[in-house]
């Protein structure tokens, strides 16, 4: 059973930090492309980094771009969101979730229709 479950979230004050992490089990966290995906009170998901299954290559939505970091463990099953420099903008309930096997091409990944599992997610709350 593929089970993603993230954690790290909480409240912090604008220009803080915060690392979330997201354990996965169920499946080879080396064979899939993943994504941290973020979503406001009252909008829709809106999609925040991806990391390749190699995880040499990352991606990351022009409003965190050099203010998130997003790693991943593989031998620990883990993926990792270095969040740096934080503003109110960001509060939202971040989720990991991992890419469809039948999905290809960078091109697409920043749409959420192409994942097929989501954790719970976690709540992150900067204030001003």
């Known amino acids: 059973e593929v089970q993603l479950v993230e954690s790290g979230g909480g409240m912090v004050q604008s220009g803080g930090s915060l690392r979330l992490s997201c354990a996965t089990s169920?499946?080879?966290?080396?064979?899939?492309?993943m994504s941290w995906v973020r979503q406001a009170p009252g909008k829709g998901p809106e999609w925040v980094s991806a990391?390749?299954?190699?995880?040499?290559?990352?991606l990351y939505a022009e409003s965190v771009e050099g203010r998130f970091t997003f790693s991943k463990d593989d031998a620990k099953d883990t993926l990792y969101l270095q969040m740096n420099d934080l503003k109110p903008e960001d509060t939202a309930l971040y989720y990991c979730?991992?890419?469809?096997?039948?999905?290809?091409?960078?091109?697409?990944?920043?749409?959420?229709?192409?994942?097929?599992?989501w954790g719970q997610g976690t709540q992150v709350t900067v204030s001003s």
């Open positions: 979730a991992r890419r469809a096997a039948w999905a290809a091409g960078v091109e697409t990944i920043r749409s959420i229709h192409e994942y097929d599992f």
């Open positions: 169920g499946f080879t966290l080396s064979h899939y492309d």
């Open positions: 990391i390749s299954p190699s995880g040499g290559s990352t």
